[in-house]
Nanobody, 123 residues
Framework: QVQLVESGGGLVQAGGSLRLSCAAS????????MAWFRQASGKEREFVAA????????YYGDSVKGRFTISRDKAKNTVYLQMDSLKPEDTAIYYC????????????????WGQGTQVTVSS
C-alpha cells in the first residue's frame, strides 16, 4: 500500500509561481513512477508531469512544458512540482499519483492517488 499526501497549493496571480510537494510512504518506490495530474472543473483529469523513481527520467504534458519542473528527493520519498509562469488556465485540483506499470501519461495506469490540492491562478 502507498500513501500520498500533497501540499503547497494556493492562490497566485498570473505569472507567479508555486511549488507542490507530494510525500509518499508505505512501500519501496524503486519500481514506481510518480506523477502529477490535474483536473479543472468540468474537465477530464489531465497529465501534467511524471518522474521515474530509480533511473531518473522526467515527462511533461504539452501544456506545461518549459514552465513546470518535476523533481524528487529519494531520501525524503517526496516528489515536487515547481510551477512557474502560471496562467489562469492552470487553475485546477492537482493530484499526486503513483504506479508500477502502465502508460505514464494515462490516469488509468495509476492505482495510488493523493487527496489533491487546489491551485487557483487569478488574472
Amino acid at each position: 500500500q502507498v500513501q500520498l499526501v500533497e501540499s503547497g497549493g494556493g492562490l497566485v496571480q498570473a505569472g507567479g509561481s508555486l511549488r507542490l510537494s507530494c510525500a509518499a510512504s508505505g512501500r519501496n518506490f524503486n519500481q514506481h513512477v510518480m506523477a502529477w495530474f490535474r483536473q479543472a472543473s468540468g474537465k477530464e483529469r489531465e497529465f501534467v508531469a511524471a518522474a521515474t523513481w530509480s533511473v531518473y527520467s522526467t515527462y511533461y504534458g504539452d501544456s506545461v512544458k518549459g514552465r513546470f519542473t518535476i523533481s524528487r528527493d529519494k531520501a525524503k520519498n517526496t516528489v515536487y512540482l515547481q510551477m512557474d509562469s502560471l496562467k489562469p488556465e492552470d487553475t485546477a485540483i492537482y493530484y499526486c499519483a503513483a504506479t508500477e506499470v502502465g502508460l505514464i501519461h494515462s490516469a488509468k495506469s495509476y492505482n495510488y492517488w493523493g487527496q489533491g490540492t487546489q491551485v487557483t491562478v487569478s488574472s
